[in-house]
């Protein structure tokens, strides 16, 4: 059985870096998919992916679509349950979403009063 060989690092060009810069994410000008991008500098997939969470890019948005109807119904007073039936998702989403921007838990008679 023979070894494969171990697999050394090289470093990034700037060429390569500046193409996953222009390319990598969605609010790129010009966003091309993952393996689009490995195929053109010559790496895999997750060696694409770790450059730019280190280059600051990441697939992660800066505020949810629905953000601010999410935070209007929160206002309202409506808990998780009824928010997530208005904007049509379902609770856990809510809930992920009311503690990623550290919002208390709302229940009838608690935080903010409903109006009427």
Do not use: F, N
Not at 8 to 33: D, F, I, K, N, S
Not at 66 to 88: F, N, Q
Request: one cysteine or more.
């Amino acid at each position: 059985m023979v070894a494969e060989p171990k697999r050394c690092y090289r470093p990034w060009t700037a060429r390569e870096r500046e193409l996953v810069l222009r390319h990598y994410g969605p609010h790129a000008a010009l966003p091309w998919p993952t393996y689009r991008i490995a195929l053109a500098v010559g790496r895999s997939r997750a060696d694409v992916c770790a450059a730019a969470a280190r280059w600051g890019r990441s697939y992660r948005r800066i505020a949810h679509p629905r953000h601010h109807r999410l935070l209007a119904l929160y206002r309202e007073g409506l808990d998780d349950g009824w928010i997530a039936l208005v904007v049509g998702c379902c609770r856990e989403h809510v809930q992920r979403w009311r503690k990623r921007h550290g919002l208390p838990a709302l229940k009838w008679g608690w935080g903010w009063p409903r109006k009427a």
